[in-house]
């Protein structure tokens, strides 16, 4: 079993930049590629980006991967985006997510998910 717990989440204005953090419980957290996916109101959940054990990474978009950056610290068991040059598009529920095995940008290859992390963007 892993437990997740998201922080970072907030108001920014346009161009702005946060950093969410997903502190993971378990001895095992090294052994997880861990995802973030995102839902905006009134649509559904969708892969923002991923980074594997050995820290290799994917992301959902060539203009995400140029803002956005997926990290891991497998010390502190946590998985971080930093998100810069955020837009009022990037407002949703961002969700951290943990599975064994390969990276995938399916939500239901996750067995474990936070309970999410409000970030809002304004113009």
């Known amino acids: 079993q892993v437990q997740l717990v998201e922080s970072g989440g907030g108001l920014v204005q346009a161009g702005g930049s946060l950093r969410l953090s997903c502190a993971a419980s378990?001895?095992?957290?090294?052994?997880?590629?861990m995802g973030w996916f995102r839902q905006a109101p009134g649509k559904e959940r969708e892969f923002v980006a991923a980074?594997?054990?050995?820290?290799?990474?994917?992301y959902s978009t060539d203009s995400l991967k140029g803002r956005f950056t997926i990290s891991r610290d497998n010390a502190k068991n946590t998985v971080y985006l930093q998100m810069n040059s955020l837009k009022p598009e990037d407002t949703a529920v961002y969700y951290c997510a943990a599975k064994l095995g390969i990276i995938s940008s399916t939500e239901f290859a996750y067995n474990y998910w936070g309970q999410g992390t409000q970030v809002t963007v304004s113009s």
């Open positions: 378990g001895r095992t957290f090294s052994s997880y590629t």
């Open positions: 980074i594997s054990r050995s820290s290799g990474t994917a």
